[in-house]
Nanobody
Framework: QVQLLESGGGLVQTGGSLTLSCAIS????????VGWFRQGPGKEREFVAT???????YYSDSVKGRFTISRVNAKNTVNLQMNDLKADDTAYYYC???????????????????WGQGTQVTVSS
């Protein structure tokens, strides 16, 4: 059974940076995909970024160029580096994973089986 645990959320000013971490425990294959989703107040959960099968990164248009997803192999951790944060980035951020995703399904949170508890990111102006 795979467990995901997020950390690194907090309060930051507009234009600032934060790094979220997703610690992965349990057995995962080399095909395991890890993604980040977020849910703002009154909004649906939306795709942020994913590391598809440990190799290829994909981003939503709203964060492309500002956020970077990467894996720290020695720690079995996937980080989300967030720069130039905006008020619209305020949300609860979730780490999600799945070992059987195909590329066309990475955008939809319903296709991920494993989830962390989430961490709050608040960007103040």
């Amino acid at each position: 059974q795979v467990q995901l645990l997020e950390s690194g959320g907090g309060l930051v000013q507009t234009g600032g940076s934060l790094t979220l971490s997703c610690a992965i425990s349990g057995r995962t294959s080399s095909q395991y995909t890890v993604g980040w989703f977020r849910q703002g107040p009154g909004k649906e959960r939306e795709f942020v970024a994913t590391l598809f099968r440990g190799r290829t990164t994909y981003y939503s248009d709203s964060v492309k160029g500002r956020f970077t997803i990467s894996r720290v192999n020695a720690k079995n951790t996937v980080n989300l580096q967030m720069n130039d944060l905006k008020a619209d980035d305020t949300a609860y951020y979730y780490c999600a994973g799945d070992g059987r995703l195909i590329l066309s399904s990475i955008w939809n949170h319903a296709n991920y089986d494993d989830w962390g508890q989430g961490t709050q990111v608040t960007v103040s102006s």
